[in-house]
């Protein structure tokens, strides 16, 4: 499994901004295979992680035209700054 | 470069976890070469992301006697759940 993590400084969001996000999360789960999405904040930046069953899914993703548009707007607008960081999931485990 | 994704649900966090949490930190980056941390929460969940040189950093710090002990009391009384992920950094792009 695959994950991208995303940590963005964020610029101006608009209200233009809340709606792609809703929009590029439901792109990315109904049409390219997202696993999971979390979205969380540390202070002043956002961190969010997406899981993938492969690169492949996420190489997909990233030149899915909608979702290009989107993060030409994420550096025009919304985000002062960002890291995007592709990882494969060594090993997990977990306590409940 | 490694990662290790901490997503956990609280349990009971008394003034020990504060004090042990900042203890663990500081041991990570001074005796263990722990890289960056970052701390996030995702509505109750917390999420953490550590970065660490190699493997073999992050076997050294799990087994670390100071931090068994706190993973011990993690798994008794801090935490209700948690999922550790350990994964490695395949690329990564930054905008600025």
Known sequence: MYAVIFRAKPGVQDEEYGI??????????????????????AGEEEVTISYWENEDAIKHWKN??????????G??????????????????????
């Open 64 to 73: 899915d035209s909608e979702h290009a548009l989107a993060q030409s707007l």
């Open 75 to 96: 550096r025009k607008t919304w985000y002062e700054s960002y890291i995007v960081q592709v990882v494969e999931i060594k090993r997990e485990y977990s306590f409940n």
């Open 20 to 41: 792609t996000v809703a929009k590029m999360r439901e792109l990315a789960f109904e049409k390219y295979g997202c696993l999971e999405f979390v979205a969380a904040t």
